[in-house]
């Protein structure tokens, strides 16, 4: 894709959105525009106002984030092109001078709540829990006066001058979270041996229909790595199901796939190939190149130059 001038992204200043936009390699020389929440930031995609947008989209101990996957899906289409992935490290902060005991009420992201909820129970068992569009967000609040404290990153405390009430409070330490840049579709990004193909699909409510889906992708060798669904919108009791398959669209068996997948499915969605953020079972660094082929990829390629040779008539 073409590098990206202006990119929106999941605000304000200080957010893990913000963090994780810096470590791709687009935001280098691009314009970072805070946006106030996910679902801004997508519109904003849409309506040509940013070439991109960071949101995102699951983390390890909520899982995915709702309203990311029901935007993707909207009208007109967008597209994944990069992923990144953060350890979420969470602060509680509240202005200087500020006492556990004096702490009445907490803000953050519903997100970043849910990973503390614990420790705000043992610590804060009296305080108002309310949420807020990010937090950083929450942060600013307890900048303005709103709230007493915030469950945010340590870089918020800098950004608004708050002070750190009590560090690393995440109930379950290590959690990561995963970011996506989303951009209107366009030329692919180039398969690097280590991707990831999302995809949303809608069948008919009948037994065997969403078997019949996943069928289409384990006949093919293809690792199917997350599976969610969400409500449509627009028809009652029907569901989108949102899946993140190993591998890319040139590769021979996602391509089949994919065409398998368009016959079958009422709607499908293509959502994105594009590298992956997690860690590759042959320790090459992340968008290393290809030279390495998963083993359930070159098997099928073999089975097309065996099907090639006998259409030729060079194989019995």
């Given at each position: 894709?073409?590098q ?10 200080a ?21 106030p929440g ?13 070439d ?10 909520e ?19 990069r ?10 902060l509240?202005?200087?001078g ?6 009445r009420s907490?803000?953050?992201?519903g ?7 614990g ?27 709103e ?46 041996g280590?991707?990831?193909t999302?995809?949303a699909?809608?069948?008919t409510?009948?037994p ?16 199917l790595t ?14 989108w ?15 089949e ?19 992956r ?9 992340d ?10 990829l070159e ?6 130059r ?11």
């Open positions: 894709m073409d990206p001038r202006r990119i929106g992204f999941l605000g304000p200043h957010t893990f959105t913000e963090q994780a936009l810096w470590t791709l390699p687009e935001s280098a020389g691009a314009e970072l525009v805070p946006l996910a679902p801004a930031v997508l519109a904003a995609v849409r309506d040509g106002s940013v991109a947008g960071c949101v995102p989209i699951e983390n390890t101990v899982g995915a984030v709702p309203p990311v996957l029901d935007g993707l899906v909207a009208e007109p289409p967008l597209v994944i092109v992923e990144a992935r953060i350890a979420v490290r969470f602060c509680l509240g202005r200087p500020t006492d556990l005991a004096d702490v907490v803000a953050s992201h997100h970043g709540i849910a990973q503390v909820r420790r705000l129970a043992a610590d804060l068992p009296g305080a108002e829990i309310r949420v807020s569009s990010s937090t950083a967000e929450a942060a600013a609040q307890v900048a303005r006066g709230v007493d404290a915030a469950v945010a990153a340590p870089l918020a405390a800098e950004q608004h001058g708050l002070a750190v009430l009590a560090d690393d409070i995440a109930d379950n330490p290590g959690a990561v979270t995963r970011f996506v840049l989303v951009t209107p579709p366009g030329p692919l990004p180039e398969p690097t280590w991707d990831r999302t995809l699909a809608t069948t409510n009948r065997g229909t969403l078997l019949g889906l996943l069928t289409e992708l384990s006949v093919r060798g293809i690792d997350r599976i969610e669904s969400r409500p449509m919108k627009d028809r009652h009791a029907d569901y199901f949102h899946l993140d398959c190993s591998g890319h669209a040139a590769d021979p068996a996602m391509g796939a994919l065409a398998a997948l368009h016959r079958r499915c009422d709607r499908l969605r293509f959502l994105g190939s594009f590298p953020s997690d860690e590759r079972p042959d320790g090459r660094p968008g290393a190149g290809s030279s390495v082929v998963p083993p359930e098997s099928h390629a073999e089975s097309l065996w099907l090639a040779a006998v259409r030729d008539g060079a194989a019995t």
